[in-house]
C-alpha cells in the first residue's frame, strides 16, 4: 500500500475515518468535518467553538504565529477567541533556557494583541524532532444566533475574498529560502516585503471578520491553509453541497507571492493561504462589506458566486471555463518536504 505524501491527510481518507470513529454528541452543533474550521458545542444561548492546529514549519516568531492561526479558525465561525492552550515539543540537544523563554515571550505577545488568555497546555524537550513545534488548542464562543459555518453558503452568494493569496506561503518561502530565492534573481526589496506578510497586511484575519459580521449577514467563512485558496473553494462547496463559478482574474494574488511561486514552479493558488479569508453573503451585502473593508485598509474583491452543485467548482475567463484545480498536497511540500 503506497506511504501517504506530506501534508494534510487526503479529504475522502479523513471523512471516513471520521464518519467511522467520531462518538456523537447531541450538543456538538457542528463536529469534525472536511471544511469545517473549528467545532461548536452548544451551551444554550452560547456556542462554544474549539480548534486545535500545529505550527510545524520552521518560522521565526513561532508562539505569536501559532496563536494566531489558532485564533483565525475561531473567528471565521463568527466567534470570539477567548483561551488558548500551547503543547510546546522541543528538540532534545538544541533547546536552553532563552529558546524557552523567547518561546513564552511570543505567546504572551500574542495573547495580548488578540486577548486571549494563556490558559494552559504541556512543554517537553523531546527526542525525534529537530526543531521547536507548536501545538495549538483555541477555545472561543458566539452567540448561539451569530454562528458562521463553512456550509453555510447559498445559491446565488456572492464569494469574497480579502487581502489575496498566498500570504502565508509567500511568508514561508521568504523566511525560509532566501539564499535560493537571490540565486534565483528574486530581488531583495520583494523577499524583505513577502517576509513581512504576517505581520503586514497581517496573517490574522480577525479585524475582516469582525467588520463583516458586524455589518451584514455573512453566510460562510473558510480560512484557506494547507492547499492554498482552491482547496478552501473546493472545501466550502463540499461542505455546503454547492458549486461555486470563481472569475480567474478576480483572485488576488498577491505579486511578491506570484514572483516567489514562480522562482520554484509552484502554483500561487495551491499554496498555504492563511490571512486571506473567504466569505459567502447576499451580492448587495457583499458591497457593503468590500466598501467598510476598503475604508479600513483591508483588500476585499467579489471573485465569483455560489451556483447549483450540478455547475461543479470551475474557473472563468471571460467565455473560457475550466474546472479548479485540485492539490492533493500544498505546493509548499515541495520545497520543504520534511514538513
Not at 197 to 222: K, Q
Amino acid at each position: 500500500m503506497p506511504l501517504l505524501p506530506i501534508g494534510k491527510l487526503p479529504a475522502e481518507l479523513l471523512q471516513a475515518v471520521l464518519d467511522k470513529h467520531v462518538a456523537r454528541d447531541p450538543r456538538v452543533i457542528v463536529g469534525p468535518r472536511v471544511g469545517e474550521d473549528a467545532a461548536v458545542i452548544d451551551l444554550g444561548d452560547r456556542c462554544l467553538v474549539a480548534t486545535a492546529d500545529p505550527i510545524t514549519f520552521a518560522t521565526d516568531d513561532l508562539g505569536w504565529y501559532a496563536l494566531h492561526v489558532n485564533a483565525n479558525d475561531i473567528v471565521v465561525r463568527g466567534a470570539t477567541p477567548r483561551w488558548f492552550l500551547a503543547t510546546l515539543l522541543l528538540p532534545a540537544g538544541r533547546t536552553d533556557d532563552d529558546t524557552v523563554r523567547a518561546l513564552f515571550g511570543q505567546l504572551a505577545e500574542a495573547c495580548e494583541e488578540l486577548e486571549v488568555a494563556l490558559v494552559g497546555g504541556h512543554t517537553e524537550v523531546t527526542h525525534g524532532i529537530d526543531r521547536p513545534i507548536v501545538a495549538g488548542t483555541m477555545l472561543g464562543e458566539v452567540a448561539r444566533d451569530k454562528l458562521v459555518t463553512t456550509s453555510g453558503a447559498r445559491i446565488g452568494d456572492a464569494i469574497v475574498l480579502t487581502k489575496g493569496v498566498p500570504l502565508e506561503g509567500a511568508a514561508l518561502i521568504a523566511r525560509g529560502k532566501e539564499a535560493e530565492l537571490r540565486a534565483r534573481g528574486v530581488p531583495p526589496a520583494v523577499i524583505r516585503r513577502a517576509r513581512d506578510f504576517l505581520r503586514t497586511p497581517g496573517i490574522s484575519v480577525r479585524p475582516e471578520a469582525e467588520i463583516a459580521c458586524e455589518l451584514a449577514t455573512v453566510h460562510a467563512m473558510h480560512d484557506p491553509t494547507e492547499g492554498g485558496i482552491a482547496t478552501a473553494l473546493h472545501e466550502l462547496a463540499a461542505a455546503a453541497g454547492v458549486g461555486l463559478r470563481i472569475d480567474h482574474d478576480r483572485i488576488t494574488v498577491l505579486p511578491e507571492g506570484r514572483t516567489l511561486c514562480e522562482a520554484f514552479g509552484l502554483d500561487p493558488l495551491g499554496t498555504i493561504a492563511s490571512g486571506a479569508l473567504l466569505m459567502t453573503l447576499a451580492p448587495g451585502e457583499a458591497g457593503i462589506v468590500i466598501h467598510a473593508l476598503a475604508r479600513e485598509g483591508i483588500d476585499c474583491h467579489f471573485i465569483g458566486q455560489v451556483v447549483p452543485p450540478e455547475q461543479g467548482v470551475t474557473l472563468m475567463d471571460g467565455t473560457r471555463q475550466w474546472p479548479l484545480p485540485a492539490f492533493a498536497r500544498d505546493e509548499i511540500t515541495r520545497l520543504f518536504g520534511e514538513g
